[in-house]
T-cell receptor, first 114, second 113 residues
Framework: NAGVTQTPKFRILKIGQSMTLQCTQD?????MYWYRQDPGMGLKLIYY???????DKGEVPNGYNVSRSTTEDFPLRLELAAPSQTSVYFC?????????????FGNGTRLTVT | KQEVTQIPAALSVPEGENLVLNCSFT??????LQWFRQDPGKGLTSLLL?????REQTSGRLNASLDKSSGRSTLYIAASQPGDSATYLC????????????FGTGTRLQVTL
């Protein structure tokens, strides 16, 4: 049972570089989310998707882009990396509907922009 | 806008003690509330989920309660163990928000020998 898989685990970027954080889930979950976690600040929602081909902005979308071409994959793209994007990024997924479905998280990608 | 608060931010207890972690939220129109555990350098693991129609959920030594009208939830840990040391986060889905969770900032728990 792989669950939610994120790659890479760690990455250091220079200011202005770009990269894609990968997220894939094998639970056939329609809903997928990207969060960032900063020390003492809790988790903030960047983007989310309720199904293939559908994405929407969360609280802190600036500087990021997403796509959802398949149910399994939900990559997060950083264009022109800035020091403010230094954070731990978590991908998560769940099934929609009844309210009984918990959120499943990946192990995170720790990104440093210098 | 939903806001979720967890108090205290950090807690240290000796092994064997029973303890309570608190979570409060400002908008009582929630779909459900989840408690998570996060170990250092790891992702979040779901511990308990309480639907809006429920009052409590139990799993082993953990019991979570929900009082929607007052905007409060508690996580009770019985007979704490050093392995319980972690950060505990609560999160709510507010109705009408397309299943987006709002997280608290967590309580960092240390259980000492």
């Amino acid at each position: 049972n792989a669950g939610v898989t994120q790659t890479p685990k760690f990455r250091i970027l220079k200011i202005g570089q770009s990269m894609t954080l990968q997220c894939t889930q094998d639970m056939n979950h329609n809903y997928m989310y990207w969060y960032r976690q900063d020390p003492g600040m809790g988790l903030k929602l960047i983007y989310y998707s309720v199904g293939a081909g559908i994405t929407d902005k969360g609280e802190v979308p600036n500087g990021y882009n997403v796509s959802r071409s398949t149910t399994e994959d939900f990559p997060l793209r950083l264009e022109l990396a800035a020091p403010s994007q230094t954070s731990v990024y978590f991908c998560a997924s769940r099934t929609p509907g009844t309210g009984k479905s918990p959120l499943h998280f990946g192990n995170g990608t720790r990104l440093t922009v210098t | 806008k939903q806001e979720v608060t967890q108090i205290p931010a950090a807690l240290s207890v000796p092994e064997g003690e029973n303890l309570v972690l608190n979570c409060s939220f400002t908008d009582s129109a929630i779909y459900n509330l989840q408690w998570f555990r996060q170990d250092p350098g790891k992702g979040l693991t779901s511990l308990l989920l309480i639907q809006s129609s429920q009052r409590e959920q139990t799993s082993g030594r953990l019991n979570a309660s929900l009082d929607k009208s007052s905007g409060r939830s508690t996580l009770y840990i019985a007979a704490s163990q050093p392995g319980d040391s972690a950060t505990y986060l609560c999160a709510v889905i507010t109705t009408g928000t397309a299943s987006k969770l709002t997280f608290g900032t967590g309580t960092r728990l240390q259980v000492t020998l």
